[in-house]
């Protein structure tokens, strides 16, 4: 038997261990246990550290350097009680990963004894090397010194694993000459700046009252699991996180019978141990269901502020991760780690809201509150055509060039969609002032033994990038494997340039003035309601009426990423502080850097595998019919067989070749169209012989497990 064999053999034999005393880890009993929050904070600290705390928390007053040495005392007794030895400031640098250095709370003193020390400076500062991350020139490799702070409005938590506890602190990453190399802290300065461009909006509707705004997010996370015996012999699965090669099964997803089907139980065992791990970190996972394609599934949290849901996705995707081999499986986060069925994304669900609990993008039931929530949408409507660009670049990698614009995620032009209700209001806004609105009405279900269901106010639309779905924007197209800080930072920048220029305009009114306010919403509508479109985006119709109204379709990730280097990209990110110009072209280098090596590293393994695995089994497969004997139809397989071995030989050489070229193209912006042009085509050409192949070669020959072992077999 083959490895491949061997193990579907075993994986048919799997049984589910149970988890002992689950019945004792309830969610309400254990949320939150591994996390210093209020509750905790009020029990480990002096009440007046801890009111000052929760001032700098709440976002009322800057962090006092003189209460740092007693929080740190109070987070030091609070982990050693659960059996922490080292504490770690944890960070997201330009990697796209998290990156943590573990220090021990021991420090030696005389007599050959140690104590457990952890003062204000170790809680508020650490040093990690800053050479070796990527930083877009800002940092040469000879310059080692870089700093985490940390970062107060994301909870402090304990990654707890079976051989000890680590105390674990959220920061942001900054170079030593005071730039920002990570992810973290230009969406902190994005949510200032709109916060502050939100506020003066507030002010002239007479809101005094609020002292803050913030975004919310709410990120659903697809991804995929297949059993780890059969992915470890998948180099490409390995490697690069999707398959390079493997013919369409039998059976796919056609008959959409996978989608919120019975969840298998081997699956929902790891979801279960995934849902208490998270909820002891007190991150709010809510949902989980079998998405659309098989082996596809959907976890979905609860809304949060965005500082702390983006932190918390990123250890959704650690502890998944990390999960996924105690059950058997390997977990694959790529946006397309399969040809043919759909891939995954992370529908990042935004809204504004402010510190007294009012939703910004929530229709109010008077005409006041209705025409904030129309300035507010209506500056978000601007912002998504005025910055369509970089919006679009804001997703961009290489992992979605392979999703967008297919039957499963939204295509690469910036739409939004309202439903007809709001469509309708906005319409005649266009014309002056809007009189009246669709209702929502009733669904009769015809069936006495149901009851009548309230209908929303508008249907939904799973083809448009970035769609009102009632209180809030889901914003569609953000990739599965993406950070989510990225995306927000410059959805956050574009909707406060936005909101600045609705401001200055208020400012020339008088407040309470609603038919100048009915003028200058009408005005923008005017100018920017070519980015609304309420029906297909998946349809040849829709990409033909975009060119029309003259909308970027940036369609891959070297398409897309100029527009982060134009002088209106620069402008609008230095002029709110969020990125200075240096900052911005060093994330751009990074971009172009990382898609090249993506790109690169595809190629090689996509080489490596046709050369030693694909090739090779093809040559024995032609030596057993050569043995066997030549019938008619025997001799016509050894010839379609020889034939495409032929071919697999010519397209190994063809996608060398082209991978040389590209590495003499010049630049890497230059690199990066080649592969766009001639390595990726020939990468698909080899992968059309090497398929091809494998729906001849003999299945005990076929070296690497196939599709529909990968999908189907649990």
């Known amino acids: 038997m083959t490895a491949r064999h061997k193990a579907i053999e075993t994986i048919s034999n799997h049984r589910v261990a149970a988890t002992q005393n689950y019945l004792e880890h309830a969610g309400e009993d254990i949320y939150g246990q591994y996390v210093f929050h209020e509750g905790v904070q009020r029990d480990y600290l002096p009440k007046p550290i801890f009111r000052r705390l929760r001032r700098v928390i709440d976002g009322l007053e800057p962090f006092a350097p003189e209460i740092a040495d007693a929080v740190a005392h109070g987070i030091k007794e609070w982990a050693m009680a659960h059996g ?11 990697t796209g990963s998290t990156a943590e250095k573990h220090d021990s709370f021991l420090s030696p003193i005389s007599d050959g004894a140690t104590v457990a020390e952890f003062s204000g400076k ?15 020139g800002i940092r040469a490799t000879f310059e080692a010194r870089g700093y985490t702070a940390w970062d107060v409005t994301s909870p402090i938590f304990l990654q707890v694993e079976p051989n000890g506890v680590t105390l674990t602190i959220p920061t942001a990453y900054v170079s030593f000459t005071g730039e920002a190399l990570d992810h973290k802290i230009p969406m902190l300065r994005s949510q200032e700046a709109l916060g502050k461009q939100a506020l003066r909006i507030l002010r002239w ?19 995929f699991l297949v059993d780890r015996r059969l992915a470890e012999q998948r180099p490409d699965l390995l490697l690069t996180g999707r398959t390079l090669f493997g013919a369409q099964p039998p059976k796919g997803q056609e008959l959409e019978d996978q989608y919120f089907g019975p969840i298998r139980e081997r699956i929902l065992a790891f979801m279960m141990d995934l849902d208490r791990e998270l909820w002891r970190l007190g991150i709010p996972s809510k949902t989980r269901h079998n998405e659309v394609a098989p082996g596809q599934f959907e976890m979905a949290p609860v809304y949060e502020p965005t500082s702390v849901g983006s932190d918390h996705n990123m250890v959704v995707m650690q502890t998944m991760r990390r999960l996924a081999p105690q059950h058997g499986l390997a977990f694959l986060i790529h946006e397309k780690p399969f040809a043919g069925i759909n891939g995954s994304g992370k529908h990042n669900n935004w809204s504004m809201s402010t510190d007294l609990g009012e939703n910004l993008l929530d229709p109010g039931t008077d005409p006041h509150a209705n025409a904030q929530f129309l300035a507010f949408l209506i500056a978000v409507i601007r912002a998504v055509d005025v910055h369509a660009g970089i919006l679009r670049a804001s997703i961009a990698d290489a992992g979605q060039d392979h999703r967008l614009g297919a039957n499963e995620a ?27 609105s669709k209702k929502g009405g009733h669904v009769a279900l015809g069936v006495t033994s149901l009851p009548v269901l309230a209908r929303d106010a508008t249907d939904r639309n799973r083809t448009s990038p970035f769609a009102f779905t009632g209180n809030k924007f889901e914003f569609r197209a953000v990739g599965s494997s993406a ?11 574009a909707v406060a340039d936005s909101l600045s220029r609705l401001a200055d305009d208020l400012e020339t009114l008088k407040p309470g003035d609603f038919d100048g306010l009915t003028a200058i919403l009408s005005g923008v509508v005017k100018q920017h309601s070519r980015v609304l479109f309420e029906g297909n985006g998946y349809s040849s119709e829709w990409h033909q009426e975009a060119a029309r109204r003259g909308l970027p379709n940036n369609r891959t990730t070297v398409d897309a990423l100029p527009a982060l280097a134009t002088d209106e990209a620069k402008a609008v990110f230095s002029k709110f502080g969020v990125l200075s110009e240096r900052e911005l072209d060093a994330r751009v280098d990074i971009f172009w850097e990382r898609y090249v090596k993506v790109q690169n590293i595809e190629a090689n393994t996509a080489l490596d595998i046709a050369k030693t695995m694909i090739l090779p089994a093809t040559a024995v497969y032609l030596g057993q019919l050569a043995s066997a004997g030549y019938s008619r139809g025997v001799k016509s397989v050894a010839d379609k067989v020889a034939s495409l071995a032929d ?3 010519d397209a190994i050489h063809t996608l ?14 230059a690199e990066a169209r080649q592969f766009v042009d001639v390595v990726i085509p020939a990468q698909n050409a080899l992968r059309v012989v090497a398929d ?4 001849l070669v003999s299945d005990e020959l076929w070296p690497m497990p196939k599709y529909r072992e990968l999908l189907f077999q649990y």
């Open 84 to 94: 922490a030895t080292h504490y770690t400031h944890w960070f997201v640098p330009m």
């Open 656 to 669: 060398e070749h082209a991978q040389h070229a590209a590495h003499n193209a010049g630049s890497v912006q």
């Open 122 to 136: 170790n809680l508020m500062q650490g040093e990690p090397d800053a050479s070796s991350f990527p930083s877009g």
């Open 483 to 493: 950070p989510i800080y990225w995306p927000q930072t410059v959805l956050n920048t």
């Open 692 to 695: 091809e192949l494998e729906t």
């Open 205 to 223: 509707f007479g809101n005094t009252a609020a002292t803050r705004v913030f975004t919310n997010i709410g990120p659903e996370q697809e991804y």
């Open 647 to 649: 071919d697999l030989v």
């Open 410 to 436: 939204p295509p690469a032009i910036m739409s939004i969609f309202l439903g007809s209700q709001l469509e309708d209001v906005i319409a005649q806004i266009e014309q002056g002032a809007a009189s009246g």
